[in-house]
């Protein structure tokens, strides 16, 4: 159920538009291309999306510190952008941990099932094949449960992490871009 959960909840929150929407990087670009937005604008494009914050960061820090030099409005960049990438591979752990464990809990589930089918055999008395081989087949089902599990959460797990580093890359290349396009408004003294 958590795994189910997790699969959702990162379904919803890893998506495009809400992580780096296209025309975004393009936008603030053309907002900014004669002066430096207001601050309420600025404020929009942090709600915006994640790369809408990552950009809003290195708008306040050229708006905070007008002389502001190049390595120092690339690490405000590179500050808030390993925040965001903090937060969108928030769970992704959490996934890859059950996906990890779950055949492990179900191999355990069967080990012990199978103890307890050979321990129930009385010594001397008449083995039932039937009943031996219906409770090994009880037993297996904790494997499959196990398996089950862990076979879509690696999938998306896999998946997710892929999206993730994606949309970092997305992240560092508009940094990269926002860096000349915001220097020009830069004092230089």
Do not use: C, W
């Not at 296209?22 to 601050?39: F, K, N």
């Not at 769970?91 to 990890?100: F, P, R, V």
């Not at 999938?155 to 290349?173: A, H, I, N, P, S």
């Amino acid at each position: 159920m958590i795994a189910l959960a997790l699969v959702i909840e990162r379904l919803y929150n890893l998506r495009e538009r809400l992580v780096a929407p296209r025309a975004l990087l393009d936008e603030v670009v053309g907002v900014s291309r004669a002066s430096l937005p207001p601050a309420d604008v600025v404020n929009k494009l942090a709600a915006n999306s994640v790369l809408g914050g990552v950009l809003a960061a290195g708008l306040r820090a050229v708006v905070a510190e007008p002389r502001i030099a190049e390595p120092a409005l690339r690490q405000a960049f590179e500050s808030a952008g390993r925040g965001a990438v903090h937060r969108l591979e928030r769970y992704l752990n959490t996934l890859g941990t059950i996906a990890a464990i779950a055949p492990l809990l179900g191999l355990f589930g069967t080990v012990v099932g199978m103890i307890e089918i050979f321990g129930s055999q009385a010594p001397g008395s008449g083995t039932n094949p039937q009943q031996l081989a219906h409770g090994i087949s009880v037993a297996l089902y904790n494997t499959a449960f196990g398996l089950i599990i862990a076979i879509p959460a690696l999938m998306f797990y896999r998946y997710f992490r892929g999206k993730v580093d994606e949309f970092q890359l997305t992240l560092e290349l508009a940094a990269e871009r926002m860096v000349p396009h915001l220097m020009r408004f830069a004092v230089r003294g």
